[in-house]
């Protein structure tokens, strides 16, 4: 230990010892107003009101079993003196608490050959508690008894409790007996216990005093009287916890508690006046961990990919954490998503955490991500493919044309490809360009990262990308791993090399380390996920053929968050290519509103295009991924005709119009000039409307936003050039500039508010999703993915109008 946490530590301690020596001589102690005061309960150790600890908190001051929700049970045995023979259990768990007592007493005024001197008592404690915001809590517990004696079976007390705690200091008050109950024909009295507990800037060492008023008497009465107490908790070591207090009348108790993880197991001894009054000891389970405190305890976590989202955040603090090994088989993500993981990987790294790849099957992004890590092991059956990047999309145009339908569509922005699956044999040279310049920019990027992070590669990457398949001897011959073993000798390769207990997620999921924190609750910061085709509301059809965005429930969630006074700020987390113009303006206005009271960060992680895109505009701040895909500003509509399919079938039609006479609706028999003219007029609007609409968010000219603004579609590093994005960065960058935007300190805490919360229709689509023939997310990306009308939506008034990304 260093020579000046030495010195602090011993000045502390002798501060300490100074405050416990100046606990006079009093008359009565803290814990009974008077010697002739009924027994109301067992000997329990003495706890500050301001600074409860476990189940006792039932007991102490209800208010911090709010504040302290996690699971503890505690058994209380009396050993030496007037305790002997007692028992109490404790329980506390999710701002609920319960105690029984079992103990003897001597009523006041005994009555001969009815009762005898000494009566058994059972005492039940039910206690609650409940955060009223910030740092303040309160709690309420109702006590009862049972016994042969009349006096005490009847007895109920009820006592109230509050607590302010900021992250050093700590208040409690609790009124005791509030309902003042009879008992042996007098009224017990009201008490008032008063605390304030003190941390001089570390949680291992707390100060407390305490001190109790009577209804009856005044505080200036209370102090004279020497009704206080003054304590010490500290804790030297992790596991080992001391707790000394000094009262009146030269009563002193000293407990000790040693713990050991989810166990622990302690005593007290008192001292009146110099004599022994009594002793108790205990054993608890706490739902928190406490690491062994002899040596520093070293683990390695095992992890598939689905976990790590859950896990990182955690694991990234945690400094028990000394390596990973994490398992990839065949998981497909957007390509901005892998570059996300692969920062976090290499975060962990900077911080001392040594990292591992097995790989089993994976593709381009997975290795990606591998190739940031200490080293990349392959199951020898294991499969890699090293393919680069891939595009296809599919063009009907041959084929509507031959079973007789007749595609119209109206686009704004010669970039804007989606149209041209129905209308064309392939791809224009507009839209081909854009995808050869989005392609070459990823893939250099890929490419350059590879080549920087494998310099054992063996070959050149062109000549591996046209091999593309590897098995497991194939790519450690490659230099594209380091080893071929199985999975079990891989976590035993770790484990072994870094001396380190290894965990699965579950097994640290299960793990909930102590914390003796009094940091107040943090701020919220609500994070909304803005995912898949932008629909007004989702219906059983749409949950059934794939991933939608329901306009409906994000409007609903950045309402909630827009009202919640504990949000201070939002974050849209989007990863859409766009849809239906209506749920695009549906959202953009909701966040427009919601930005008007608080700061809102949009985020593109896997893609944010069209509509998608528009709807980050009405953020303050706009981050991407450098491989994450936006852009693509612009509109598109059309009509199909079906004459021609119609009359191959032998079906007639027969229509009817009052009032408007073109077509109405996705599909008509004849598209007749006057249907181009009103897609051509609806769609200059709507496109006007979009690009002014980024011009002004945007703070951009308007010839460089039109000049952006042609379908295009960029990667996040081009958008950023272009002034459409504000930074590259992650959502954990996104989160970090919403606290600052709400001005909450870098390393404050804050708790995450996800939205919309998961309801059963959304249950429902990821169960269907491998049914629903999508395109893969991983490409969705970059090939795109169709949307569509909502099915049972009225087809009148004027047809789809969509923001896709091609």
Not at 108 to 124: F, N
Not at 126 to 137: A, I, Q, T
Not at 664 to 670: M, R
């Amino acid at each position: 230990m260093e020579q000046s946490s030495v010195r602090f530590w011993g000045t502390l301690l002798l501060l300490g010892a100074v405050l416990l020596s100046r606990a006079g001589a009093a008359d009565p102690p803290f814990l009974a107003e008077d010697r002739s005061s009924p027994v109301l309960s067992a000997m329990l150790p003495a706890l500050p009101v301001a600074a409860p600890d476990g189940p006792l908190g039932s007991n102490v001051n209800p208010a911090v079993l709010a504040a302290s929700p996690r699971l503890s049970l505690r058994y209380i045995r009396g050993v030496q003196g007037s305790p002997r023979g007692e028992n109490s259990f404790w329980f506390a768990a999710k701002g609920v608490g319960m105690g029984l007592e079992y103990f003897s007493a001597s009523p006041p005024v005994p009555t001969p050959g009815l009762l005898p001197e000494t009566v058994s008592l059972r005492r039940w404690t039910w206690s609650g508690g409940s955060h009223l915001g910030g740092g303040l809590y309160w709690g309420v517990a109702r006590i009862s008894y049972a016994s042969q004696d009349p006096q005490y079976d009847r007895l109920s007390l009820w006592d109230v409790g509050l607590l302010y705690r900021r992250q050093w200091v700590s208040l409690g008050l609790v009124v005791r007996r509030l309902n003042r109950p009879e008992l042996y024909g007098q009224r017990l009295e009201r008490a008032f216990d008063l605390g304030v507990a003190w941390r001089p800037r570390t949680d291992r060492l707390t100060f407390s005093f305490d001190l109790r008023r009577l209804d009856s008497e005044s505080f200036r009465t209370a102090w004279k009287r020497q009704r206080y107490r003054l304590g010490l908790n500290l804790e030297p070591i992790e596991g080992v916890e001391i707790q000394a207090n000094a009262y009146g009348n030269r009563q002193f108790d000293l407990a000790v508690t040693l713990r050991w993880g989810t166990v622990g197991i302690g005593g007290l001894h008192r001292l009146e006046e110099g004599q022994k009054a009594g002793t108790i000891g205990w054993i608890e389970l706490r739902e928190d961990q406490t690491h062994p405190p002899l040596r520093r305890r070293r683990i390695a976590l095992d992890l598939k990919l689905q976990d790590w989202e859950e896990i990182y955040p955690r694991l990234r603090d945690d400094q028990t954490v000394a390596g990973v090994l994490l398992r990839l088989d065949g998981e497909r993500m957007p390509l901005a998503h892998w570059e996300a993981l692969r920062k976090q990987i290499l975060d962990l790294r900077h911080r001392g955490v040594e990292v591992l790849i097995f790989i089993r099957r994976t593709g381009t992004g997975g290795y990606w991500i591998a190739s940031a890590a200490d080293g990349i092991l392959i199951d020898p059956l294991g499969e890699l493919e090293l393919t680069g990047l891939h595009s296809r999309r599919l063009y009907y145009g041959p084929l509507l044309e031959r079973i007789g339908l007749e595609p119209i569509f109206v686009r704004r922005g010669p970039y804007k490809a989606a149209p041209e699956s129905w209308t064309q044999q392939g791809p224009s040279p507009a839209a081909e360009h854009n995808r050869e310049a989005l392609f070459a920019e990823l893939f250099l990027r890929v490419s350059t990262d590879l080549t920087r992070s494998r310099p054992q590669i063996s070959a050149p990457l062109g000549v591996l990308y046209r091999q593309g398949y590897f098995l497991g001897a194939e790519a450690v011959s490659a230099g594209l791993a380091d080893d071929s073993v199985t999975k079990q000798e891989a976590a035993t390769q770790l484990r072994e090399r870094l001396k380190a207990q290894l965990l699965t997620a579950q097994e640290y999921r299960s793990e909930r380390h102590r914390s003796r924190s009094w940091t107040v609750p943090p701020s919220r910061i609500a994070v909304i996920r803005i995912q898949g085709t932008l629909v007004e509301k989702a219906d059983w059809f749409q949950v059934a053929s794939g991933e939608v965005c329901s306009a409906e429930e994000i409007a609903q969630a950045l309402d909630r968050a827009r009202s919640d006074d504990s949000v201070r700020a939002t974050v849209l987390a989007i990863d859409s290519g766009g849809g239906l113009v209506s749920a695009a303006e549906r959202i953009w206005r909701s966040v427009a509103q919601a930005a008007e009271e608080k700061p809102i960060v949009a985020v593109i992680e896997g893609i944010g295009a069209s509509g998608a895109y528009y709807v980050a505009t009405g953020a303050h701040r706009i981050l991407a991924g450098a491989t994450s895909i936006t852009g693509s500003i612009g509109v598109y509509s059309g009509i199909i005709g079906v004459g021609g399919l119609l009359d191959r079938l032998g079906i007639a039609a027969s229509e009817l119009d009052y009032g408007y006479a073109g077509s109405t609706g996705l599909w008509t028999t004849s598209p007749t000039p006057e249907d181009r003219e009103r897609l051509e007029r609806q769609v200059g609007r709507l496109y006007d409307h979009f690009i002014r609409s980024v011009a002004e968010r945007r703070l951009l000219p308007l010839p460089l936003t039109i000049a952006a603004a042609e379908g295009q579609v960029w990667t996040g590093r081009s958008a950023r050039a272009r002034g459409l994005i504000d930074a590259i960065g992650t959502l954990e960058d996104g989160i970090a500039e919403a606290k600052r935007l709400a001005g909450i300190p870098a390393q404050g805490a804050v708790e995450l508010l996800w939205l919309p919360e998961p309801s059963w229709k959304r249950r429902i689509s990821q169960m269907l999703a491998p049914l629903s023939g999508r395109v893969p997310r991983p490409w969705a990306a970059i090939v795109g993915e169709a949307g569509g009308r909502r099915l049972g939506e009225p087809m009148a008034y004027e047809p789809l109008a969509q923001w896709e990304t091609p």
